[in-house]
């Protein structure tokens, strides 16, 4: 993890911090916890079945969204800067906490 913090405004545009208030904001991004990992090319960020603790937003690049089905691995999505992923499994929704879907970059 790197020391450089994204602004606030990439987080006022994710529905789930969307009524944050400026300084919760803030210390979102403070927490000694939270950082930016940068990932190679085709690399595995979180992989389908395994246990969530964590959510992740894209600053930069594309990640692609698979899905297990028929034998292969199926597209489901390609995120792209502000978008975010890995937060189903850290909520009430998904009570296993399991990862639904494996995301590379």
């Known amino acids: 993890m790197s020391e450089q913090k994204p602004d606030i405004a990439i987080l006022k545009n994710i529905p789930i911090f969307s009524s944050l208030s400026d300084s919760e904001l803030q210390n979102i991004l403070n927490a000694p916890d939270n950082g930016i990992i940068e990932f190679g090319m085709k690399e595995i960020i979180i992989k389908e079945s395994e246990i969530g603790d964590?959510?992740?937003i894209v600053l930069d690049g594309a990640v692609e969204v698979l899905m297990r089905g028929?034998?292969?691995d199926i597209s489901m999505a390609t995120?792209?800067?502000?978008?975010f992923f890995g937060e189903q499994a850290l909520t009430?929704?998904?009570?296993?906490g399991r990862r639904n879907a494996t995301v590379k970059s």
């Not at 995120?79 to 978008?83: N, V």
């Open 79 to 83: 995120l792209r800067p502000g978008d």
């Open 92 to 96: 009430i929704i998904d009570e296993t």
């Open 54 to 56: 964590c959510m992740y």
């Open 70 to 72: 028929l034998g292969r």
